[in-house]
């Protein structure tokens, strides 16, 4: 008796080519173009199968940007790792930033700058921000007077967020309006921050 053939749901890395024809789609061309549909077609399989894996285009689309997301926060904090100086630290991390945003736009806006309704994405995604937000908040604590109160280098964390996001979001939606290329954002933030911290 031959061995049962796999049905298309069962077959051998079905999900991660889903995973991967997804991310190509969504990295090169935006998230309006991603579909299940697409990604199906793509892929060689049925639309129910690719259901049976992410149950709409939402989930699949907050599985790309988990993933994104920890590979370059896994990155980032290596960089920052690598240089004994804190305040090369927090270069490295405004310099990362926004190469992200730059280079990921769809997924930086939906990681950092979209609210979604759905709770266990809000959950998910403040599960992913504890580590970055605990390291960023060490590192701004490393270069404030050491007397500095936890409530101010709070702020600092904030207003340091703030910057970045803010100068993110103009490059990302409107460079000309604002004179912005990559190297302006990355050095007007640079400046404001470094500024802000030292103040």
Same mark, same amino acid.
């Given at each position: /008796?031959?061995?049962? &053939?796999?049905?298309?749901?069962?077959?051998?890395?079905?999900?991660?080519?889903?995973?991967?024809?997804?991310?190509?789609?969504?990295? *090169?061309?935006?998230? *309006?173009?991603?579909? /299940?549909?697409?990604?199906?077609?793509?892929?060689?399989?049925?639309?129910?199968?690719?259901? +049976?894996? $992410?149950?709409? &285009?939402?989930?699949?689309?907050?599985?790309?940007?988990?993933?994104? =997301?920890?590979?370059?926060?896994?990155?980032? $904090? +290596?960089? /920052?790792?690598?240089? #004994?100086?804190?305040?090369?630290?927090? !270069?490295?991390?405004?310099?990362?930033?926004?190469?992200?945003?730059?280079?990921?736009?769809?997924?930086?806006?939906?990681?950092?700058?979209? @609210?979604?309704?759905?709770?266990?994405?809000?959950?998910? %995604? *403040?599960?992913?921000?504890?580590?970055?937000?605990?390291?960023?908040?060490?590192?701004? %604590? !490393?270069?404030?007077?050491? #007397?500095?109160?936890?409530?101010?280098?709070? /702020?600092?964390?904030?207003?340091?967020?703030?910057?970045?996001?803010?100068?993110?979001?103009?490059?990302?939606?409107?460079?000309?309006? =604002?004179?912005?290329?990559?190297?302006?954002?990355? &050095? #007007?933030? *640079?400046?404001?921050?470094? +500024?802000?911290? @030292?103040?």
């Amino acid at each position: /008796m031959s061995p049962r &053939k796999p049905t298309e749901n069962e077959s051998p890395g079905l999900r991660q080519r889903i995973i991967d024809a997804a991310s190509q789609i969504f990295v *090169e061309e935006g998230y *309006e173009h991603l579909s /299940m549909r697409r990604v199906a077609q793509i892929v060689g399989c049925s639309q129910m199968a690719a259901y +049976r894996h $992410f149950a709409n &285009k939402e989930a699949l689309t907050q599985h790309l940007c988990a993933q994104l =997301y920890t590979d370059f926060s896994s990155r980032m $904090f +290596r960089q /920052m790792e690598a240089a #004994d100086e804190p305040w090369e630290q927090i !270069r490295i991390f405004i310099s990362a930033l926004v190469n992200f945003a730059v280079s990921y736009p769809d997924h930086y806006s939906l990681v950092f700058l979209v @609210r979604h309704a759905d709770e266990s994405v809000i959950a998910e %995604r *403040e599960r992913l921000g504890e580590e970055f937000l605990q390291t960023i908040h060490e590192l701004i %604590r !490393r270069v404030l007077p050491q #007397d500095t109160p936890v409530a101010t280098s709070n /702020m600092r964390l904030r207003q340091v967020l703030t910057c970045l996001h803010g100068t993110a979001a103009l490059l990302i939606a409107h460079p000309r309006a =604002y004179g912005l290329t990559k190297v302006k954002a990355i &050095k #007007d933030a *640079e400046d404001t921050i470094m +500024r802000l911290l @030292r103040d």
